[in-house]
């Protein structure tokens, strides 16, 4: 009887290790950046995690650009190792871009000109940084549209 507890336990034991070990290797971003050596602060991680889900909803749908800028801007400056980093910068992008458009429920708080400046900067650090990202495109999208409202703006006499 004691030997089958003993092999239970063994059991468990294992099978609580896996599952930490892929949970670990989740959080810290294994699918996303293919590096297991970044290791992550957990707690940073969750955080930043409640941070970029906000602003995926200020972003998606309230339309609140201002609001999504600001937990981006959050995350980049509290935990720049973040596995979802590529998705924080096209968010933070694309809301500084359509702040700079007058677009949203939110009122910009900075002229067009510098958020469009640093929409770009977001969006550029995207495509350079995470080539792989699933982001990469529509980021590539956003920059080519900065470049025609750039050209039309320099046309006008």
Known sequence: MQNLFHKTAFAFTFLLAAI???????AQGVGRTNDISIVRDPELEAKSLVDLRAA?????????????????EAVLAENPMFSQLDEVL??????????????????????PE?????????????????????????A???LREIEGEVKATIKKP
């Open 114 to 138: 510098k958020l469009r400046e640093q929409g770009r900067t977001y969006l550029t650090q995207l495509v350079k940084e995470y080539p792989a990202s699933d982001f990469k495109e529509r």
């Open 90 to 111: 096209y968010i933070a992008g694309s809301s500084s871009l359509r702040l700079s458009r007058s677009q949203g429920r939110q009122a910009a708080k900075l002229p």
């Open 56 to 72: 995926r909803f200020y972003f998606k749908e309230r339309k609140a650009y201002f609001g999504a800028l600001d937990r981006c």
């Open 140 to 142: 590539e999208t956003e």
């Open 20 to 26: 930490a070990f892929t949970s670990t290797a989740h």
